[in-house]
């Protein structure tokens, strides 16, 4: 230990009060900058694990009409190392409801195959129950049970068909008609499909009725076959992927025909925006209509929207720049008094050799100390205050956004801690600088006649 080094040591200990108050001030810059790091941190993981429990953490979806060519390009993108996920939906067949089922159910039941990893890619988990594992098992909807009364175990049998589009009476010719609508945080271009009299209808397609939508369209369900399963399970997170324009989605395994429509939902590696994303996508499924998850694309970073985020951004950087400047002045004010109670030890210390800069480097030191005692303290203090807040108001958040099954929890995040510590860091270094310039400048006089002052007034006292 040198003796600049042996000389700072000394007078923090010499001072303790001081030392104590200005360690306390540090720790109140690092564990407020902690807060608000930390608090922006735990929004966006809960929003994140929001979304991927209402409708999953799949980052693009393909759809198709002909399964018969896209399997061959599923089977090439699930050996592409950039995509780490798939989960595949396809059509099986709308079955017919009577009209008290319609009521609670929706026109249809809209009868899906799963495969792959729906649970995480898509978001589907049943509350009650497990998947379906064969083409003779279904998971429905919990109004089914909750209204319909079927429970788990029970066999339920429908008349399973095709949509068909069939011309109102004395209309003719076709229209366009747009697949759903991104209503469940997606986006998708306009992709429209010509349709005809006799042309059939996939999910992705709502109810033609042209009495209601001012169409030239109605529709029928036509190859009706008694389809009977075994209730294996019920949903109750009707997310985008088991939600259609036709009615709920009741979930099956297997049995889809060659042709039919299918949803091809992504995981993908190495992206850093929306555009790379669908860029990735097309090139694995050339000419097929992609929608992209916007808003789970949004809660993990690969966004091109930045709007919302950027105002995020602002309010931090606001917040964080008032704690800062109001914590610069507190510790500003501890140090230039520390350097104003001991002007004439410095000024001894400049009258036996020292330099400016070893005067300089004395006072730095002595915030250096006190920074590395005061952050790691202040980076606790400020996780634990998140963790008191969120513990108490979490519940009531998760309540507003709609979402009592995912919890606001603290999230510890690598980067909050270092921007912390190294924002209280140059806080501390910024206060101070000028306190160290004034040691660095002292007058070898003035400091000894001020000593020598100060001895003669202690014995005239």
Not at 171 to 188: C, I, K, L, R, Y
Not at 232 to 256: E, H, I, K, N, W
Not at 355 to 361: C, K
Request: glycine share 10%; with cysteine.
């Amino acid at each position: 230990m040198n003796a600049t080094t042996n000389f700072t040591v000394k007078s923090l200990r010499a001072n303790k009060v001081r030392t104590l108050v200005t360690i306390a001030g540090v720790a109140l810059a690092a564990a407020l900058l902690t807060a608000v790091l930390t608090t922006y941190a735990s929004l966006n993981d809960f929003l994140y694990r929001n979304e991927a429990a209402l409708a999953g953490t799949w980052m693009a979806c393909v759809e198709a009409d002909d399964s018969s060519v896209l399997d061959e390009r599923i089977t090439g993108a699930q050996a592409d190392p950039q995509v780490s996920g798939t989960a595949i939906m396809r059509d099986i067949g709308f079955a017919e409801l009577t009209a008290d089922q319609q009521d609670t159910q929706g026109t249809y039941l809209a009868i899906r195959s799963i495969e792959g990893d729906v649970g995480d890619i898509c978001g589907i988990e049943p509350s009650e129950g497990r998947l379906p594992e064969s083409d003779r098992e279904i998971m429905l909807f919990a109004t089914w049970n909750d209204y319909g009364g079927v429970s788990l175990g029970d066999t339920v049998t429908f008349n399973v068909g095709q949509r068909v589009a069939r011309l109102a009476p004395g209309e003719e010719g076709s229209m366009s008609a747009g697949t759903m609508s991104a209503s469940w945080g997606v986006q998708e271009e306009a992709h429209e499909s010509e349709i005809t009299d006799g042309a059939p209808l996939n999910s992705s397609m709502g109810v033609l009725e042209a009495d209601i939508d001012g169409g030239i369209f109605n529709e029928e369900v036509t190859n009706t076959e008694e389809r009977t399963y075994t209730v294996v399970g019920f949903y109750d997170r009707p997310g985008y992927a088991l939600s259609t324009a036709a009615g709920m989605v009741g979930v099956t395994a297997g049995g889809a025909a060659s042709d039919a429509f299918t949803d091809v939902f992504l995981t993908l590696n190495d992206v850093a925006n929306t555009q790379q994303v669908e860029e990735a996508t097309e090139a694995l499924f050339p000419d097929e209509h992609v929608v992209l998850h916007t808003a789970m694309l949004r809660y993990m970073g690969v966004s091109s929207d930045s709007s919302i985020w950027a105002t995020f951004y602002g309010l931090v950087v606001v917040l964080a720049a008032v704690i800062v400047l109001a914590c610069v002045s507190l510790i500003f004010n501890a140090f230039n008094i520390s350097v104003a109670e001991r002007i004439k030890q410095f000024g001894l210390l400049s009258s036996v050799g020292a330099s400016r800069r070893q005067l300089r480097r004395a006072v730095v030191l002595e915030g250096a100390i006190v920074a590395v005692i005061g952050i790691p303290c202040g980076l606790l203090i400020g996780l634990a205050g998140c963790a008191a807040t969120f513990a108490a108001l979490g519940p009531a958040i998760s309540q507003l956004a709609g979402s009592g099954e995912v919890a606001f929890r603290v999230a510890v995040n690598g980067w909050v801690l270092a921007a912390a510590s190294v924002l209280t860091f140059v806080t501390v270094l910024v206060s101070v600088w000028i306190p160290a310039k004034r040691a660095s400048r002292t007058n070898i006089i003035d400091s000894l006649r001020a000593a020598s002052g100060s001895r003669v007034s202690k014995r005239g006292a």
